[in-house]
């Protein structure tokens, strides 16, 4: 028995008790309503019955009759984070299944669905309301669902009458601590990769650094039309060393790679990252130093996306 719930999203513990009995099922019972990928809170109605309203400090109403999502009459402590068949979105979810609202338009197998990618941390509460008995003294079958984190929880029951409200659950939700922003990668950093891979260096050298299992390749065009990467290592007197990350095999923790030309022509240069696997989710710190005669210039950004280009710099030699 469950009463009031405490969800926990990193740990997936869930400790409560409720006036409803609670069966958790398998995630292979799909009672109706939607079911969304990358989604923290699912909430939905099937079998005969019942609309879902859930929010933060939520109230949180289904239906079928039109079992209608809807306040408790004279409650107006919800709000705007009620979600209903009138307020379909609020505190991060939205109502995306709304059965039997119109008696022209019932359906025999009703489902309402609510559901939140993104919630906000609070308490909730999801109840049902028979906003119009179309049944005439027989009592409805309702099956809500609710799922939280991958965990699913079955309640079911009768509810008959018009305005007829039941409490299904309630319990309070806590998110994840948001991961602290990715630090640049540092001049000194890229120094300390440079010398743990050996890399090589000459009276130009190029030299690239970032943070994720991604595969960025270093480009430079050189003054005669070549062009220095993974797949032609030398043009015009410069070399490519180092290539990090090529393999998802051999992922390095400090990947680098690194173009040197000891004896370089003459001519007009162009430097590029590339971006040949995304590895990662989010974007990619990288750091890029141009070393020309003795003096050096750093470039610093993100990279996201496999395919994406970033042109860094072009200069004289």
């Given at each position: 028995m469950f009463l009031a719930g405490e969800i926990n999203r990193d740990t997936?513990?869930?400790?409560s008790s409720c006036a409803h009995s609670v069966r958790t099922v398998s995630s292979g019972m799909k009672p109706g309503g939607l079911v969304l990928d990358n989604t923290d809170i699912v909430v939905d109605v099937g079998e005969n019955g019942?609309?879902?309203?859930?929010g933060q400090g939520n109230g949180v109403s289904m239906n079928r009759d039109d079992i209608a999502n809807s306040l408790p009459e004279g409650d107006s402590s919800v709000g705007d984070h009620h979600i209903y068949y009138s307020n379909?979105?609020?505190?991060?979810?939205?109502?995306?299944?709304?059965?039997?609202?119109?008696?022209?338009?019932?359906?025999?197998?009703?489902?309402?669905?609510?559901?939140?990618?993104?919630p906000e941390d609070g308490h909730y509460k999801v109840y049902i309301r028979n906003f119009r008995d179309r049944t005439d003294g027989q009592a409805s079958h309702y099956l809500v669902r609710v799922i939280v984190n991958g965990q699913e929880r079955l309640f079911e029951g009768d509810i008959d009458t018009t305005g007829t409200e039941i409490v299904i659950f309630e319990f309070d939700y806590v998110g994840p601590e948001t991961p602290p922003e990715p630090q640049p990668l540092a001049n000194e950093t890229l120094t300390d990769w440079l010398n743990q891979a050996g890399a090589g260096q000459g009276d130009i050298t190029v030299s690239?650094?970032?943070?994720?299992?991604?595969d960025l390749d270093l480009h430079v065009f050189t003054p005669n039309g070549g062009e220095i990467y993974w797949d032609n290592t030398e043009a015009d007197g410069g070399i490519l060393d180092i290539d990090?990350?090529?393999s998802s095999d051999s992922v390095s923790s400090?990947?680098?790679?690194?173009?040197?030309?000891?004896?370089?022509?003459?001519?007009?240069?162009?430097?590029?990252?590339?971006?040949?696997?995304?590895r990662s989710s989010g974007s990619t710190n990288?750091?890029?130093?141009?070393?020309?005669?003795?003096?050096?210039?750093?470039?610093?950004?993100?990279?996201?996306?496999?395919?994406?280009t970033i042109e860094i710099t072009g200069f004289r030699y």
């Amino acid at each position: 028995m469950f009463l009031a719930g405490e969800i926990n999203r990193d740990t997936n513990t869930v400790s409560s008790s409720c006036a409803h009995s609670v069966r958790t099922v398998s995630s292979g019972m799909k009672p109706g309503g939607l079911v969304l990928d990358n989604t923290d809170i699912v909430v939905d109605v099937g079998e005969n019955g019942a609309t879902i309203v859930m929010g933060q400090g939520n109230g949180v109403s289904m239906n079928r009759d039109d079992i209608a999502n809807s306040l408790p009459e004279g409650d107006s402590s919800v709000g705007d984070h009620h979600i209903y068949y009138s307020n379909k979105s609020a505190g991060g979810g939205t109502l995306d299944v709304d059965m039997n609202a119109s008696s022209s338009n019932l359906s025999t197998s009703p489902v309402e669905n609510i559901y939140f990618p993104a919630p906000e941390d609070g308490h909730y509460k999801v109840y049902i309301r028979n906003f119009r008995d179309r049944t005439d003294g027989q009592a409805s079958h309702y099956l809500v669902r609710v799922i939280v984190n991958g965990q699913e929880r079955l309640f079911e029951g009768d509810i008959d009458t018009t305005g007829t409200e039941i409490v299904i659950f309630e319990f309070d939700y806590v998110g994840p601590e948001t991961p602290p922003e990715p630090q640049p990668l540092a001049n000194e950093t890229l120094t300390d990769w440079l010398n743990q891979a050996g890399a090589g260096q000459g009276d130009i050298t190029v030299s690239c650094a970032w943070d994720s299992a991604d595969d960025l390749d270093l480009h430079v065009f050189t003054p005669n039309g070549g062009e220095i990467y993974w797949d032609n290592t030398e043009a015009d007197g410069g070399i490519l060393d180092i290539d990090a990350n090529r393999s998802s095999d051999s992922v390095s923790s400090s990947p680098v790679e690194n173009i040197y030309f000891a004896d370089p022509v003459s001519g007009e240069y162009w430097v590029y990252i590339y971006n040949c696997e995304d590895r990662s989710s989010g974007s990619t710190n990288y750091i890029v130093r141009l070393s020309v005669g003795g003096r050096s210039e750093t470039f610093s950004g993100t990279i996201d996306g496999e395919d994406s280009t970033i042109e860094i710099t072009g200069f004289r030699y």
